[in-house]
């Protein structure tokens, strides 16, 4: 048997607090109890007018972006509508039950017209960090490096070649003074700089600041490139974004030297980062760089680079038939080229597996900064460097799978730079918020409510 339920409670009028329709549990309590955002008011001080009708609450404006990209949701209209049927979000963002929502353009306009060309978001970002470094929860004894791409709001259908001057390597300048040192030691020339160089590459016409990804097995499409560090815990600690043509090795030197690196002893990076510049940076700022193991791109039954021995006293390469590689100049890329007496290697029993070229000379380089390459994978194999390097699939790789599944980062919505660094600040904004909150609340269960917990 069934009862008939009484539809005339839809029309009924109740007299209730906002404050006991939200969940004690409820996730946006415990991130409205993690900070305080009356900060925000400091920040936004100054771009607005003291004339004119009064303004959307700034504080109540960025709650609605971080509800956004706190649970993921696609479009700020998509936004609006959540908010307007859900009662812990207008609790959140301190609207009643009756009060109308703001319309979807407002934080567009807000954004044009007070925003565009400041470093807001970035100040927020950094006030959410420092918040969680006051509390403890940031350990950036150990920190980690690697670029995820974003995928642009633009059709990859819709480009066109333009020649562009391809940037220089970004440790161009103090390697040349480095090999026109070392020539001029040897007696040689100096080299002339490198002159930037003109390429044809594919632009998009729709957004033409990302650049066109490809990488692998990936598809390619046009992208963004942000590259980001984080702690143990998963803090992000700061991010750099740049278009998605751009190697690695290009925009770490942006990001690392803008860190705060005072506390660490370790920087664990990708293979991309295992380049001689990147490396001899790390060891320049007094860090280890922990790396991982490449393999050797020898081909098949030739000898490897590792089966020439280098003798450093004598600056000189040892073949596996123990003959001789002297060096003989270096070249503008900044290698030293070590080369043997064809001579010996006419007559050599295993010149197939050792040389193929037509003057019967094997030539061995060594750039001038391999120290440091050789420096780091010595160092690869201690007990703590390696361990480091194991824990970038739960730091920073969780931060790239959190925040592109759950945040709204595998694609971005927003067309040009500056607009996308926006929308990445506020969803590492709102990683670091959602992490500050949830360690605040189990530190509060564990001291107050010990059984519970």
């Given at each position: 048997m069934y009862r008939k339920k009484n539809r005339e409670i839809q029309i009924e009028e109740v007299k209730i607090s906002l404050e006991k329709l939200v969940p004690e549990n409820h996730i946006l309590r415990a991130i409205d109890k993690a900070i305080d955002f009356s900060f925000i008011y400091e920040e936004v001080e100054g771009l607005y007018?003291?004339?004119?009708?009064?303004?959307?609450?700034?504080?109540?404006?960025?709650?609605?972006?971080?509800?956004?990209y706190l649970f993921g949701i696609g479009s700020m209209r998509q936004t609006i509508r959540e908010i307007e049927v859900n009662v812990a979000?207008?609790?959140?963002?301190?609207?009643?039950?009756?009060?109308?929502?703001?319309?979807?353009?407002?934080?567009?306009?807000n954004?044009?017209?007070?925003?565009?060309?400041?470093?807001?978001?970035?100040r927020i970002f950094k006030r959410i960090l420092e918040e969680a470094e006051k509390s403890g929860y940031v350990d950036a004894s150990s920190v980690f490096i690697d670029s995820t791409h974003i995928k642009a709001s633009a059709n990859k259908h819709k480009s066109k070649e333009v020649k562009v001057t391809k940037p220089l390597k970004q440790y161009q300048l103090e390697l040349e003074a480095e090999i026109n040192e070392l020539r001029l030691a040897d007696g040689k020339k100096k080299i002339l700089a490198v002159k930037p160089e003109e390429v044809t590459?594919?632009?998009?016409?729709?957004?033409?600041?990302?650049?066109?990804?490809?990488?692998?097995?990936?598809?390619?499409?046009f992208a963004y490139s942000a590259q980001t560090a984080c702690d143990?815990?998963?803090?992000?600690?700061?991010?750099?974004?740049?278009?998605?043509?751009?190697?690695?090795?290009q925009l770490f030197h942006e990001l690392y030297k803008k860190m705060e690196l005072s506390k660490t002893e370790l920087v664990a990076v990708d293979a991309g980062y295992k380049t001689p510049g990147v490396v001899r940076e790390i060891f320049l700022s007094g860090k280890i760089p922990a790396v991982p193991y490449?393999?050797?791109?020898?081909?098949?039954?030739?000898?490897?680079k590792?089966?020439?021995?280098?003798?450093?006293y004598f600056d000189c390469y040892i073949?596996?038939?123990?003959?001789?590689?002297?060096?003989?100049?270096?070249?503008?890329?900044?290698?030293?080229?070590?080369?043997?007496?064809?001579?010996?290697?006419?007559?050599?029993?295993?010149?197939?597996?050792?040389?193929?070229?037509?003057?019967?000379?094997?030539?061995?380089?060594?750039?001038?900064?391999?120290?440091?390459?050789?420096?780091?994978?010595?160092?690869?194999?201690?007990?703590?460097?390696?361990?480091?390097?194991?824990?970038?699939?739960?730091?920073i790789e969780r931060v790239f799978a959190d925040t592109k599944e759950r945040h709204c980062l595998r694609y971005t919505n927003y067309r040009g730079l500056a607009k996308v660094k926006v929308q990445v600040a506020l969803i590492f904004s709102c990683l670091n918020l959602k992490k500050l909150a949830k360690r605040k609340l189990l530190n509060f269960i564990f001291f107050f409510c010990p059984r519970s917990y």
């Open positions: 007018s003291e004339k004119g009708r009064p303004g959307i609450d700034p504080v109540s404006l960025l709650k609605i972006v971080f509800i956004q979000y207008r609790w959140f963002i301190g609207y009643s039950l009756t009060e109308p929502v703001p319309h979807f353009s407002t934080f567009g306009k954004y044009v017209r007070r925003f565009a060309g400041t470093d807001i978001f970035e590459r594919k632009v998009s016409t729709t957004d033409p600041d990302c650049g066109l990804f490809v990488k692998g097995e990936h598809e390619r499409c143990k815990h998963g803090f992000v600690l700061d991010f750099e974004l740049g278009a998605g043509n751009l190697h690695d090795g490449t393999r050797p791109k020898t081909k098949d039954g030739f000898f490897r590792s089966d020439y021995v280098y003798d450093e073949c596996p038939q123990n003959q001789l590689l002297k060096y003989t100049t270096t070249n503008r890329e900044g290698y030293r080229e070590y080369k043997s007496n064809p001579r010996i290697c006419e007559n050599c029993p295993c010149r197939e597996n050792c040389t193929l070229s037509k003057n019967k000379t094997k030539v061995v380089v060594r750039h001038v900064w391999a120290k440091y390459m050789e420096e780091a994978e010595h160092l690869r194999h201690v007990p703590k460097v390696r361990d480091t390097y194991k824990k970038r699939k739960e730091t």
